[in-house]
């Protein structure tokens, strides 16, 4: 090798990693700024239950979680102030991250987990989705990278380019502030009715032919939430959203897989598939899987029900103290 | 072990600084190193294939011995039949035995007969598509005497294997690249300059354009019967650019992976979608593949010497073959068989590329209808969407509503490539930022690409299309 060739190769790759550098610290922090400037959508959902979230009662899980719970019902019935965090698309890995990270910052009274048919079974999508952590690494690095570790590798390294941690936020970000969403305290509520015709959607709900293997990742998750619920004496309450169509109860080792350690640990637990009150009945849904607004009331309301029944609402808790 | 892995990532640099610290003097030494990450590249995969890629390559090194030692007409076209038996063979089993079985069993129920057979399990080696025409381009060419026979072992073992472009192509001709493993060649800073340039680039077009298409084209053609005819035009339309990222993407990785070991590897695609005809499309398209199959197929079965009737035949018979080699699947074969169509179409109705930009929009319409044949999983889903097209228009399925954001960035990503690829074909270099005379500006270019990259692309997900074929 050309000793001059070598410098030259070494100065400019110098140089070139100094522009990186800079191109990636300036465009990534007008990246980050929009980014945690967002008021609307999925991701301003995420940013407002990590950072401006102080409630009493909290609301976790997938798109039945964020759906189905209205807050406003909650701090009516129970007298708590309440915060939906459930997020579409996400399933059991994220919902025990999101526990963690929300628990390190405030500390609820009552979690209710919203627990869906699949969340035992291998998922890749459920690793993939992880990503919307992306943003918050670094503030919740202790939490975040073993999670992240679990399919990626220098996780470290990765995060450490702020265009990386923001990926995949743009359009998200310009699509909801063109077209903002109607959220209340995390809650997102549909006013459609579901027309007759329409297909069970694969999301979850749908019972499955095949048996799809069990992830044991996701075993271990579900046991986190339980272990980091009693570490900081949060009362937890496991509920299954109600179904328009009868449910398929009897196939799901993935259910039974969560229901098995409900009840080992004696946790409530109530299943609403299959409730009379909901099912076949279209003017409560807007697709066979999620609940419109009328539902998501009359299911709240339901819940808050149960809770107050168990001694979960302010007064009684005041009245034992 | 995959381009766009921290394998790799790794894997690349090491081999570099080894191939380069090896004085150019020791030429064999640094053949040996690649030939060795080669096979180390290739069996990241699976190892138990290293057997087949190391005994196609030494049964087409001793044929090519054998043709130069003997000048006996009858010998000699035995030892190119052996070497075609021989590879061809080995690609037949691996890739087509199934589909044949398959093909023979539903021809004898069309007769009311039955076979009854079993499918074989059988792994599609990873590239032997690629590196089975390389090598039967040798022997081809050393048997018409246009090169003559290499004596060295490992430079044609390396030849064969040459890991950039072993799995996916460019599917080099031995006498460019192999005269390249001779060479001493002296480490200069544009070799690796040059690479990572087209090595960025690549990625922005794999990352960027074709796995961000790819999220709205899966969910519509997994799902055919699900959508209406505007649905499927639109992910036809982005399956045309994903198709064009992820296999462009490869090979400009490939091309910079070679560059920075000081090899120059073919230009694989020059813009595609700027064609003014079909003909001109399938010379900026796969240019290695289409000039394969002109070189050792359609000129050996008569090219344009024979009556036009013949000529014509010829050309649908090339194309028709050609869309076979992408797949073992009548929708690949038919595929070809619309190209095949459209160029004999072409020059029956005497249309000339006329620098008509409706031409352009002709053009990309009919590649994208034979997309359709070319992405549908079988005959009957890929009939389904072209009877849906033509009967229910219906309205376009934008997205979930958990991934909302899918096809924006797929149209986003798609027109910041169009402008990129409209200014280089119509205004050449002038106001091009990658190729500024101050170094800085070129820098903050690139960094800007690779910021886009990083920002705009789809990580953690699956491998180049064309592994498959």
């Not at chain 1, 039974?256 to 076949?280: H, T």
């Not at chain 2, 009858?74 to 037949?92: A, D, E, M, Q």
Request: aromatic share 16%.
């Amino acid at each position: 090798m050309k000793n001059s060739e070598l410098n030259l190769l070494g100065l400019n790759a110098l140089k070139f990693i100094a522009v990186l550098l800079v191109v990636d610290f300036g465009l990534g922090t007008i990246a980050e700024r929009l980014y945690f400037s967002q008021t609307t959508g999925k991701q301003a959902r995420i940013i407002a239950s990590l950072n401006f979230n102080d409630s009493e009662l909290l609301v976790l899980g997938s798109s039945h979680a964020n759906r189905h719970y209205v807050p406003e019902v909650f701090e009516n019935l129970l007298g708590f102030k309440s915060y939906n965090a459930g997020v579409q698309g996400q399933r059991l890995l994220f919902t025990s991250t999101l526990q963690k990270m929300i628990l390190d910052r405030s500390k609820p009274k009552i979690i209710i987990v919203n627990i869906d048919n699949n969340w035992m079974q291998e998922s890749q999508e459920a690793y993939d989705r992880l990503s919307d952590f992306h943003p918050f690494y670094w503030e919740y690095r202790k939490i975040l990278l073993p999670v992240l570790n679990l399919k990626s590798t220098f996780v470290d390294l990765r995060m450490s380019s702020k265009a990386y941690r923001m990926n995949s936020t743009l359009v998200h970000m310009a699509f909801y502030f063109v077209k903002p969403q109607e959220a209340h305290n995390g809650y997102l509520p549909s006013y459609k009715k579901m027309a007759l015709s329409t297909e069970v959607d694969s999301d979850g709900l749908s019972s499955n032919t095949e048996k799809p293997a069990i992830d044991t990742n996701f075993v271990t998750a579900f046991d986190e939430i339980i272990e980091t619920s009693s570490f900081n004496e949060v009362k937890l309450v496991f509920v299954v959203s109600p179904t328009f169509h009868v449910p398929d109860k009897t196939e799901s080792e993935s259910m039974q897989i969560m229901v098995d350690r409900i009840k080992e640990k004696n946790l409530p637990f109530y299943d609403f598939r299959g409730d009379s009150a909901f099912m076949g009945k279209p003017n409560l849904f807007f697709d066979p899987a999620h609940l419109n607004h009328e539902g998501a009331v009359l299911f709240s309301g339901l819940v808050a029900a149960e809770l107050e029944h168990l001694g979960l609402s302010a007064k009684a808790q005041a009245g034992a103290e | 072990m995959l381009f766009n892995s921290i394998e790799f990532a790794l894997f690349l640099p090491t081999v570099l600084l080894l191939y380069w610290v090896i004085p150019s003097r020791s030429n064999n030494f640094r053949n040996v190193l690649l030939l060795g990450a080669s096979y180390l590249f290739y069996g990241w995969w699976d190892w138990r294939f290293l057997g087949l890629i190391a005994f196609s390559s030494f049964v087409d090194f001793i044929i090519g011995q054998r043709l130069s030692l003997t000048s006996n007409t009858r010998s000699r076209k035995l030892f190119l039949t052996i070497s075609v038996v021989v590879n061809l063979g080995l690609l037949g089993f691996f890739k087509y035995f199934n589909f044949f079985l398959e093909s023979l069993k539903d021809a004898f129920t069309l007769f009311g007969k039955e076979l009854n057979s079993e499918h074989l399990a059988i792994v599609l080696p990873v590239g032997i598509s690629f590196y089975t025409f390389q090598t039967l381009s040798y022997t081809i060419d050393v048997y018409k005497r246009k090169i003559v026979a290499e004596n060295d072992i490992i430079k044609f073992f390396t030849f064969v294997s040459f890991f950039p472009q072993l799995v996916a192509g460019p599917i080099e001709r031995a006498s460019h690249l192999l005269p390249q493993f001779q060479a001493g060649k002296t480490f200069s800073y544009q070799f690796i300059s040059e690479g990572f340039k087209q090595i960025v680039w690549g990625f922005f077009l794999k990352l960027v354009i074709a796995d961000r298409a790819a999220i709205y084209v899966d969910s519509v053609y997994n799902n055919v019967y699900q959508h209406e005819g505007l649905t499927f035009i639109f992910a036809t339309v982005l399956f045309a650019f994903q198709i064009y990222g992820d296999f462009a993407g490869y090979s400009l990785i490939a091309i910079g992976t070679a560059k920075m070991f000081g090899f120059d590897l073919m230009t694989n695609f020059s813009r595609p979608y700027l064609s003014f005809s079909v003909k001109e499309f399938w010379t900026r398209w796969h240019i290695s593949l289409s000039t394969w199959f002109r070189d050792y197929l359609y000129i050996p079965l008569g090219g344009n010497r024979v009556p036009r009737p013949r000529m014509l035949l010829n050309l649908f018979v090339t194309f028709v073959i050609s869309g076979l080699w992408h797949g073992a699947n009548w929708t690949f074969v038919i595929w070809g068989a619309l190209n095949g169509a459209y160029l004999v179409l072409e020059i029956l109705l005497g249309i000339k590329a006329s620098r008509n930009p409706f031409r352009i929009l002709l053009t990309f319409g009919l590649i994208n209808f034979s997309w359709i044949f070319f992405r549908a999983a079988n005959l009957q889903e890929a009939g389904h969407i072209v009877s849906t097209i033509f009967t229910h228009p219906g309205s376009l399925f934008f997205s979930s509503e958990s991934d909302v954001t899918a096809p924006i960035y797929a149209i986003l990503s798609i027109g910041l490539l169009l402008l990129i690829e409209l200014k280089r074909e119509f205004l050449g270099n002038r106001f091009s930022i990658t190729n500024h005379r101050n170094q800085w500006v070129r820098m903050a270019a690139f960094a800007c690409i690779i910021f886009l990259i990083l920002y705009l692309g789809v990580f953690d997900k699956g491998q180049f299309i064309y592994f498959q074929f």
